[in-house]
């Protein structure tokens, strides 16, 4: 009879630690912890027989189980510890199967977090600029250069020389998989994001009523981002308007124009005062430079550049006073500072 009872209890006994061990492999990484209130330990929120309060504890999250087996409470000799946590098996094989501690397993995670920002973050923010280019369609020219970023968007705006919307028939790119690009079907704008890094192709756009493309090269991951670039394309487009008076577009890109237009008088003009409108003025070699969104009615010009938000540059005489159309009603600008 005792044998029986032996051999059921030892079988019983292996069952448990079997499915002790299954239980463990199943839960991966986990770890033993013990609550700060009353130092019971659980694994995976089964709850463990309590712990004695250890003598000299160690600080928090450095002990996952005891190490060495406790004085026994229920009666039994100290050295049976044979099914508790206490037993030098079940220490053992913690030791193996979870060799870290909860706090070394925090640190890991705050490296790896650490290391992930670090390689995804841009070492320099890019600066973003906001340019016009003229497009020079003629044989021998260089194409229009498209700089991008990673994360970041540009715009590609195309109008004429009127500063007027040219709109967009079509375009190919030769590397479709490095770089996304958005169009409505209809309007003179692209959008354009660059998908991998370092990356670099061209762009040929056909534009409404030209019989030759627009070609761009674009490339990626430069330290100078254009968020967006006016192409103005010599010639008058379907939408171009007649000035109201006077004057000419210059056939050619005219540099001096072009400065003005973006804001960056060249070197050698001197600004002057203008009141009556919102406009900018500037004299250079005895030549009045009028930067406004007003249509100039007189005196006559005799040059001018648009862009494609509306704001137009007008090249005339020295004058101290002119007359202009804003909305339909005429005002009156006085220039000073000769």
């Known amino acids: ?39 019971t330990p659980s694994y995976e929120g089964v709850a463990l027989p309590p712990l004695p309060a250890p003598q000299g504890a160690a600080p928090a999250d450095t002990i996952a189980v005891p190490l060495a087996p ?9 050295g049976n510890t044979f099914g508790t946590v206490f037993d030098p098996a079940f ?15 925090k640190a890991l995670r705050q ?6 920002r670090a390689s995804v973050a841009p070492s320099e923010a890019p600066t973003p600029t906001v340019s016009t280019q003229n497009v020079v369609l003629s044989p021998g020219s260089s194409p229009p250069v498209i700089k991008m970023a990673t994360g970041y968007v540009s715009s590609v705006v ?14 190919s790119i030769g590397n479709p998989t490095a770089f996304n690009i958005q169009w409505d079907q209809k309007g003179n704008v692209l959008m354009i994001q ?31 981002v254009d968020y967006r670039v006016d192409m103005r394309i010599t010639g008058r487009g379907p939408n171009a308007k007649a000035p109201l008076i006077g004057g000419t577009i210059p056939d050619q890109p005219n540099p001096v124009l072009m400065a003005f237009l973006e804001g960056i008088p060249p070197e050698g003009s001197q ?11 500037w004299q250079m070699d005895n030549v009045l430079y009028l930067r406004t969104r007003l249509s100039v009615l007189s005196p006559g010009w005799l040059a ?19 007359l202009a159309s804003q909305d339909g009603q005429m005002v009156t600008l006085k220039v000073e500072g000769w």
């Open 111 to 116: 490296i790896f977090q650490a290391t992930q």
């Open 70 to 78: 406790q004085p026994a409470t229920d009666g039994a000799s100290s």
């Open 158 to 171: 195309f109008v004429d020389e009127t500063g007027q919307p040219w709109p967009i028939a079509g375009y």
């Open 304 to 322: 001018t550049m648009s862009s494609a938000d509306g704001v137009r540059v007008y090249e005339m005489g020295a004058t101290p006073m002119i």
């Open 1 to 39: 009879m005792n044998d029986i009872m032996t051999t059921f209890t030892s079988k019983a006994i292996n069952n448990t630690f079997i499915h002790l061990l299954a239980f463990i492999g199943l839960s991966g990484v986990c770890s033993l912890a013990y609550a700060a209130d009353d130092a």
């Open 91 to 105: 220490q053992n094989m913690t030791k193996k199967q979870f060799p870290l501690t909860p706090q070394q397993i």
């Open 271 to 281: 600004m002057l005062a203008v009141t009556g409108g919102d406009a900018q003025a």
């Open 194 to 224: 660059t998908v991998g890094r370092y990356e670099s192709t061209n762009m040929a756009i056909r534009l409404v009523g030209l019989n030759i493309p627009v070609m761009l090269t674009i490339v990626s991951d430069q330290q100078k």
